[in-house]
């Protein structure tokens, strides 16, 4: 699907690359706008509201995803920049780098597109009755989930490509080898340091 069939979206980062090692860049947009072409603040990308990110190469949707990062948009997309190969990435989360990574050095053009539902005040169960609460939120869950539902009926039931799991399906052997090298990596580290601190004991 391309993103300009989606009437809901906006804009907020494009990637890009220096040429020297293995870290993307996310340029996020300065003077966001809504679908609507209304103004934003660029504090909405660090809100923790109900959001979905579809990530866009060469105009087209490759994947639809949710998160409930405390740290708002940025903070969901951030393990991207580098697919946590550091730590102990998830296999998503690595693979969706590897994805990213792959296009770009391919010289495709990489964007990040955003939708939010706003908040609202409900009345919430507490243990003896309700609470009036002027922050409430759907998951974001609910959100991907109805954003998947749209995407799969003009789609013949499929899911953008880069939805992996949600299509059941296995993730590429060089990604799998190259995450299990990270995890391997890590725990050698774990194990060392454990040493470390027991010489020092």
Same mark, same amino acid.
């Given at each position: 699907?391309? @993103?300009?069939?989606?009437? !809901?979206?906006?804009?907020?980062?494009?990637?890009?690359?220096?040429?020297?090692?293995?870290?993307?860049?996310?340029?996020?947009?300065?003077?966001l706008k809504d679908e609507n072409g209304n103004?934003?603040?660029?504090?909405?990308?660090?809100?923790?509201?109900?959001?979905?990110?579809? @990530?866009?190469?060469?105009?087209? =949707?490759?994947?639809? /995803?949710?998160? &409930?990062?405390?740290? /708002?948009?940025?903070? $969901?997309?951030? =393990?991207?920049?580098? /697919?946590?190969?550091?730590?102990?990435?998830?296999?998503?989360?690595?693979?969706?780098?590897?994805?990213?990574?792959?296009?770009? $050095?391919?010289?495709?053009?990489?964007?990040?597109?955003?939708?939010? +539902? &706003?908040?609202?005040s409900a009345k919430v169960k507490g243990l003896f009755g309700y609470?009036?609460?002027?922050?409430? *939120?759907?998951?974001?869950?609910?959100?991907?989930?109805?954003? $998947?539902?749209?995407?799969?009926?003009?789609?013949?039931?499929?899911?953008?490509?880069?939805?992996? +799991?949600? +299509?059941? *399906?296995?993730?590429? !052997?060089?990604?799998?080898?190259?995450?299990?090298? =990270?995890?391997?990596?890590?725990?050698?580290?774990?194990?060392?340091?454990?040493?470390?601190?027991?010489?020092?004991?």
């Amino acid at each position: 699907m391309k @993103i300009s069939d989606v009437k !809901t979206c906006f804009k907020i980062a494009d990637v890009s690359w220096d040429g020297k090692g293995t870290k993307l860049s996310f340029d996020y947009l300065e003077n966001l706008k809504d679908e609507n072409g209304n103004d934003l603040p660029s504090s909405i990308l660090k809100e923790n509201i109900s959001r979905v990110y579809l @990530i866009v190469v060469d105009g087209i =949707i490759k994947k639809i /995803g949710c998160s &409930e990062d405390k740290g /708002g948009m940025k903070g $969901t997309l951030s =393990i991207y920049k580098d /697919g946590g190969v550091k730590g102990r990435p998830s296999i998503r989360s690595f693979g969706i780098w590897y994805f990213l990574f792959h296009a770009i $050095t391919k010289g495709h053009k990489i964007e990040f597109y955003m939708i939010y +539902q &706003e908040n609202f005040s409900a009345k919430v169960k507490g243990l003896f009755g309700y609470h009036n609460v002027k922050n409430a *939120s759907i998951s974001p869950k609910l959100l991907e989930e109805c954003c $998947t539902i749209d995407y799969r009926s003009v789609e013949n039931n499929n899911f953008p490509d880069w939805n992996i +799991q949600e +299509q059941a *399906s296995d993730w590429p !052997t060089e990604i799998k080898q190259q995450h299990a090298k =990270i995890m391997e990596e890590s725990s050698k580290k774990k194990i060392a340091k454990g040493r470390k601190e027991a010489k020092r004991a």
